[in-house]
């Protein structure tokens, strides 16, 4: 396993540093990765997105990933905004929880086919049986 190297940043550096790692891997989403809005939100112990294109980071969990682990995790972020997750939730009237779920999957087959790492317990289609490249409503 990767050992975070945050190079003694800040947790307001590492998500910086990984944002420009982020545009640099994946120039096409560079607007969208700078176009969320940032705010930290201490104990949430994960990073997540809200339809209105706020990026939200617990400090703490940042500090734990590699650079390489925080670009993979805003461009699974901007993944859920660009996808339209939120939308499609609703208009299925889904389980929230379970839409999540299927959601992580459909975007993270495709984060490994960038060859980027997420951090550990990231969940795939294989985790639960699935097939890759489908999509949350399967």
Known sequence: MTQPNNEGRSPKAQLAAGRIKARQKVPFLSHAIMSMVPKEAPGLNTMGVTKNWMLLWDPEWLLT???????????HEVSHLLRDHAGRCAAMAADHSLWNIAADMEINDDIALMQMPLPKGAVYPKTCGCKDGEVAES
């Open 65 to 75: 990933l590699t650079l390489d682990e925080v670009a993979a995790v805003l461009v």
